[in-house]
């Protein structure tokens, strides 16, 4: 089945800088989302954008989607210890499934 | 508190011997799902719900069943469980089958096939 692909796999960075992650796709989507994962637990809705939706913020997130290149982004900015963990995009083709990304971890060091 | 419950979190078996994992949630949504995760290949959807009774194959359903006879409960079933099926599972819940929804994740059962 199609996937999202989250570019870069891994991200080390500093307490307060900010990170940004890629999630390309192949067909046309209802709605991209974005998940956290903390080590060893289970996943956490971020933000969902819509098809015909170009940003979204929440906090210091924000996601952009370019359904011309079929691909998305997810900004943190101000990062913290806090926001280590894997981030995942998700696609919605509309047939009632989500398509994950293989996951992108990264490391906020302090 | 919404939530979605897997019991067990953690279980070592061996080939062969049936496995249930159990899946609640408590916010009355109609769509359920399971996944796996396996490192490299992110999450893959086995099986899911859109409501009581009617449930669909997902993209790795092979050597798994499930059933939904109640709206709250979704069990994943392994009848013959055997080592490839050792993963990281999912149950994850949505309010209805309409779009635009987010999902909302158990924490997880690591099962390990011996």
């Known amino acids: 089945s199609q996937q999202g692909e989250e570019d870069p796999q891994a991200l080390s960075i500093q307490e307060g800088e900010n990170a940004t992650m890629n999630c390309s796709y192949k067909?046309?989507?209802?709605?991209l989302q974005w998940y956290r994962q903390n080590s060893g637990r289970g996943l956490v809705h971020l933000i969902l954008?819509?098809?015909?939706?170009r940003e979204k913020h929440s906090g210091r997130l924000r996601v952009t989607l370019d359904t011309s290149k079929k691909s998305s982004s997810l900004l943190i900015t101000a990062s913290r210890a806090a926001d280590t963990a894997s981030y995942f995009c998700a696609t919605d083709y509309g047939n009632n499934r989500l398509a994950f990304g293989k996951g992108n971890q990264v490391v906020v060091i302090p | 508190e919404a939530q979605v419950t897997q019991n067990p979190r953690y279980l070592i078996t061996v080939t062969g011997k049936k496995l249930t994992v159990t899946c609640s949630q408590n916010?009355?949504?109609?769509?359920m799902s399971w996944y796996r995760q396996d490192p490299g290949l992110g999450l893959r959807q086995i099986y899911y719900?859109?409501?009581?009774?009617?449930?669909d194959k997902g993209d790795v359903p092979e050597g798994y069943k499930v059933s939904r006879k109640e709206k709250r409960n979704f069990p994943l079933i392994l009848e013959s469980p055997s080592p490839n099926q050792t993963s990281l599972y999912f149950c994850?819940?949505?309010?209805?089958?309409?779009?635009?929804?987010?999902?909302?994740f158990g924490d997880g059962t690591r099962l390990s096939i011996l």
């Open positions: 719900s859109m409501n009581v009774e009617v449930t």
């Open positions: 916010m009355n949504h109609e769509y």
């Open positions: 994850a819940s949505r309010r209805d089958r309409a779009g635009n929804q987010p999902q909302h």
């Open positions: 067909t046309s989507i209802n709605n």
């Open positions: 954008i819509r098809s015909n939706e």
